[in-house]
């Protein structure tokens, strides 16, 4: 019995260990600009994330392997104020290295802009997201996000940050930190070259080491519009902990 219970123990330790290393996949690779649809307006953007150069492992048992996967997902977006624009993520699927076709997740998402964002030297915004998960996506089966939107277009420079809070509702403590930030150069009204750094330092009340972290670098190319357009990034892992390599690409049209 002594030993059943210590080997319970050590069991649970290992589990609780893995749990705080361990970083769901993601679907959306992206940067907000508080740029929303008018009232009225229906919007698809479809997001792809391909991973030629990854782990080859999970980042928990029975997890999608990163290396060759292909992610994504239709993002149907919806004007409803000047203010507010509703959006639903169906299906998020996931390509695997060896040819299945995973249905990972469902998301609903509402964001609360500065009414004409892009009309304006400084903005902001915040996103709310609530995703209903397969246990092969993401061990916690309802996750959410609080995306705050901060920015500022100074000319042709454009300075965008989103301090992302991720939750799994298990406590404040446990929000992890995982911020985006952008700065792009807008060659034109239609055309823009930017860098784009996404990264995961962990729970608010225990931060990931150096090592741990995951901080990737994209560079990316916009050509067209936030109403029909296309965004296309090569992404670098910076840390042992991040994908070495990762290609994005949004393809954005209203319907």
């Known amino acids: ?21 361990l970083r769901a996949q993601t679907d959306e690779i992206q940067v907000y600009d508080a740029q929303i649809e008018a009232p009225g307006q229906l919007n698809l953007t479809w997001h792809n994330n391909f991973t030629y150069a990854g782990r080859s492992t999970p980042a928990f048992p029975g997890g999608i392997v990163p290396n060759h996967a292909l992610n994504g997902v239709p993002e149907w977006a919806w004007g409803v104020t000047r203010w507010l624009e509703a959006g639903l993520y169906l299906p998020v699927y996931t390509l695997t290295d060896d040819g299945r076709l995973l249905f990972d997740a469902v998301k609903l998402r ?7 964002a892009h009309g304006r030297t400084f903005f902001y915004g915040v996103n709310f997201e609530l995703s209903y998960n ?27 940050a989103n301090p992302i809070l991720d939750s799994q509702f298990n406590g404040l403590g446990k929000l992890e930190l995982a911020p985006a930030f952008r700065a792009a150069w807008n060659v034109s009204n239609r055309l823009a070259f930017a860098l784009e750094q996404y990264s995961d330092y962990g729970p608010l009340d225990h931060l ?23 965004e296309f990034g090569i992404g670098r892992g910076l840390t042992r902990s991040s994908d070495s390599g990762v290609l994005k690409l949004l393809l954005i049209h209203d319907l």
């Open 1 to 21: 019995m002594d030993r059943s219970l210590i080997a319970r123990a050590a069991a649970l330790a290992c589990l609780a260990a893995w749990a705080a290393e």
């Open 110 to 116: 509402t964001l609360f802009v500065v009414p004409d």
């Open 134 to 160: 397969r246990p092969h996506w993401d061990p916690s089966r309802w996750s959410g996000e609080i995306r705050p939107i901060i920015g500022v277009h100074l000319g042709r420079l454009d300075l965008i």
């Open 208 to 230: 990931y080491s150096g090592a741990e972290q995951s901080h990737t670098l994209f560079a990316v190319l916009d050509y067209g519009s936030g109403s029909n357009g296309i």
